[in-house]
């Protein structure tokens, strides 16, 4: 079994900062793409971050210049580091994993967490 285990969501006022962290455990023989979306209420989720295991990192407009993903491929982690957040930056974010599994059926499979909620709010 694959799990990808979230951590460092809250409530923030505007203009404040929050890490996020995501951790993949289990049956990893190697992990592909990472990244993180986001689910704001009455939307559809949507492209925060990624990083291949290349380190080529794409971001989303809306968070460019705010926001820094940064992986960590002998610890199987992903961290978020966001700055400047804004009202609109409320949402459930998800981890996300493309992971190679060490045992049969090998995949690649798509794993992700179960979500960790960050609120903007003054």
């Known amino acids: 079994q694959v799990q990808l285990v979230e951590s460092g969501g809250g409530v923030v006022q505007p203009g404040g900062s929050l890490r996020l962290s995501c951790a993949a455990h289990?049956?990893?023989?190697?992990?592909?793409?990472m990244g993180w979306y986001r689910q704001a209420p009455g939307k559809q989720r949507e492209l925060v971050a990624t990083a291949s295991r290349g380190d080529s990192i794409k971001y989303a407009d809306s968070v460019k210049g705010r926001v820094t993903i940064s992986r960590d491929n002998g610890k199987s982690t992903l961290d978020l580091q966001m700055n400047s957040l804004k009202p609109e930056d409320t949402a459930v974010y998800y981890c996300?994993?493309?992971?190679?599994?060490?045992?049969?059926?090998?995949?690649?499979?798509?794993?992700w967490g179960q979500g960790t909620q960050v609120t903007v709010s003054s």
């Open positions: 996300y994993a493309n992971i190679l599994r060490s045992i049969l059926p090998r995949g690649p499979y798509e794993h």
């Open positions: 289990g049956t990893i023989l190697e992990i592909y793409d």
